[in-house]
T-cell receptor, first 115, second 114 residues
């Protein structure tokens, strides 16, 4: 059962425009949500995160929005650049009383930013 | 710090052979995770350790898979016997419990079982 879902396997955007990557989750026990970026032949690298008590977190060109009632989060990249082309993974942390630290990932969305 | 180090980077083996993947986490990190990446399922958590102790191995596909962490600086993931469906990229990651929510990944081991 996929607890974190990224329903769009790929997305193509023009340079300078906004990229919106979406993620849905099913478990209300998740307390943190993260986005990772992955280039070919490399491991994923952390991009941005948001606590479940917030609805928005911004870092430069990257903004993550969280809608807890809809169990939905999104990553906005503005403006998109060709170097942003990568696979983006949504991840959620499952925390049990501070004793565990388990990240569950989605299947990823391949973003292609066209020059 | 050199980051999370995995070896080998690529492994090609014949069906039925034993495969051992290795990982050196970032020094001082309390948690170590083994993930498998496939096209169909994305990044699947196989097992994770806290202070060298396995906490959750519910993601390990079957008894052919085993993982150990004999000390804070080394972990192995073993597949015996290997099968073609085990072909995937295997990632090791480590993280701090108290401070960060993010995990730091190694470059992965691309396993091909023929």
């Amino acid at each position: 059962d996929q607890q974190v879902k990224q329903n769009s396997p790929s997305l193509s955007v023009q340079e300078g425009r906004i990229s919106i990557l979406n993620c849905d989750y099913t478990n209300s026990m998740f307390d943190y949500f993260l986005w990772y970026k992955k280039y070919p032949a490399e491991g994923p690298t952390f991009l941005i995160s948001i606590s479940s008590i917030k609805d928005k977190n911004e870092d430069g060109r990257f903004t993550v929005f969280l809608n807890k009632s809809a169990k939905h989060l999104s990553l906005h990249i503005v403006p998109s650049q060709p170097g942003d082309s990568a696979v983006y993974f949504c991840a959620a942390r499952l925390l049990y009383g501070g004793a565990t630290n388990k990240l569950i990932f989605g299947t990823g969305t391949l973003l292609a930013v066209q020059p | 710090d050199a980051g999370v180090i995995q070896s080998p980077r690529h492994e090609v083996t014949e069906m039925g052979q034993e495969v051992t993947l290795r990982c050196k986490p970032i020094s001082g990190h309390d948690y170590l995770f083994w993930y498998r990446q496939t096209m169909m399922r994305g990044l699947e958590l196989l097992i994770y350790f806290n202070n060298n102790v396995p906490i959750d191995d519910s993601g390990m596909p079957e008894d052919r898979f085993s993982a150990k962490m004999p000390n804070a600086s080394f972990s192995t993931l073993k597949i015996q016997p290997s099968e073609p469906r085990d072909s995937a990229v295997y990632f090791c990651a480590s993280s701090l419990r108290a401070i960060g929510t993010e995990a730091f990944f190694g470059q992965g081991t691309r396993l091909t079982v023929v």
